[in-house]
């Protein structure tokens, strides 16, 4: 069982920044994929941005040159650093991580976690 642990939310201005944290603990295989989706009111939870355990990563078409993921994975950590936010932006955060039992002769285990969601409010 893995444990994501989200930081980081609350309320900024229009034009403000702010950077999410998600620390996974507990028994970890290899995490191969972590990810930020997110969730507005009325509205279906939708991916923000993943980051692939070669480093690779997939943005949003509605966050792309204003949000950047990254990952430590020395400190099995995964952030998101907002910038220019805007009002439609508002949503609950949802850290998500794909961890990943390698077996040999044998088809891998994969084990999805979430976090319980850090609320991210844009208003003036």
């Known amino acids: 069982q893995v444990h994501l642990l989200e930081s980081g939310g609350g309320l900024v201005q229009p034009g403000g920044s702010l950077r999410l944290s998600c620390v996974a603990s507990g028994n970890i295989f290899n995490i191969q994929t972590m990810a930020w989706y997110r969730q507005a009111p009325g509205n279906e939870r939708e991916m923000v941005a993943r980051i692939y355990s070669g480093g690779g990563t997939m943005i949003a078409d509605a966050v792309k040159g204003r949000f950047i993921i990254s990952r430590d994975d020395d400190l099995n950590t995964v952030y998101l650093q907002m910038n220019d936010l805007k009002p439609e932006d508002t949503a609950v955060y949802y850290c998500?991580?794909?961890?990943?039992?390698?077996?040999?002769?044998?088809?891998?285990?994969?084990?999805?976690?979430w976090g319980q969601g850090t609320q991210v409010t844009v208003s003036s």
């Open positions: 998500n991580v794909i961890d990943t039992r390698f077996r040999p002769s044998a088809a891998p285990n994969e084990y999805d976690y």
